[in-house]
């Protein structure tokens, strides 16, 4: 008989609900009636508060097209260094005693495999899978979420053309995606958007103007900008973090697209608006791929529980499930290649990065 706990935590994204079906799904087929399932509530709160609930086959059924997490989730706890967290560990640790469990499957992102690492550090029996709309977990090609959300930021920038046209104007789409560009990149290039600004490539506000003076110049009725939430002008790339914070703590405005818009209107005369999609990025069903990449992590998580191979995150890589030690992933932040093809590509088909 095998006890485990299951844990969502940080941000929700498509797909979680699929992936627990998945795990649920493969450990009864491969277990049977020696295996139950624990649902811990709220992420690692739920861990620390010991709150968790047994559930059983039903739980998991008609969940694959369901979007957040029927766990519920938070942010994870570890904002201090570890010395100074050392109660959360063991209020954690207990209740995982205190519950019998053999192993404790956690689903989460950058910040939540930190805190998986510390815990299977700490003596746990931990094994993770890869969620995030972010798509910035190292040892991973892809993360579940990314792809509903780049289906998410592209409808939105789908409709954003209509009205832009309409009414011969600039707009921002500002899209999620936390310090790196992916998100943004792909729904940019899905979408159509004609300058793309990531954190990745600090952007030089003159040649954004530029770009969008020549489209004005070429006779082109609008311009569209997918900008990254953490996107980063030039002059702000040479600032130490706390001169970065200080800076943006000025600002007048919620974020980066706004300061953005009155640059461009003043350079360029044309009318620019923002829209800012938000946590609608995150919700709702989960797409097609990221059904199917969280089953399979789902699946290959039951192996893992199986084998008593523990400290492992389920991964993509090259299109085949592999097992990465959790240290190898704890505390990496996977950015996009400046020399990756899929830039190559954005540039090719005439897409500005305002650098
Ligand atoms: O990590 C996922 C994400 O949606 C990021 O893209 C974004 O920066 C952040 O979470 C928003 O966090 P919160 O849900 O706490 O507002």
Redesign the pocket.
Known sequence: MKKIGLLTS????QGLNAALRGIAKSLYNRMGRNIELYGIQDGYRGLMEGICRRMDADDFSGILTLGGTVLGTS?QPFKQMRTENDDKVKKMKSNYKKWGLDCLIILG??GTHKTANLLWEEGLNIITLPK???N?LWGTDMSF?FQS?VENAAHVIDCIHTTATSHSRVFIVEI????VGW?TLYAGIAGGADVILMPEMPYNIESVAESLRKRNQQGKRFSILAVA??AISIDESGLSKKQFKAERVKMPYPSISYRLADEIEKMTEQETRVTVP??F??GGSPCPYDRVLATRFGAAAAKLVVEENYGNMVSLQNDRIVAVPLQEVAGKLKTVPLDSEIILTAQDTGISFGN
């Open positions: 940080g941000g929700d994204c942010r992102g950058n995030t709309i972010d910035d979420g959300a999620m995606g936390h310090k998100l939430e953490g938000g946590h990025q995150r």
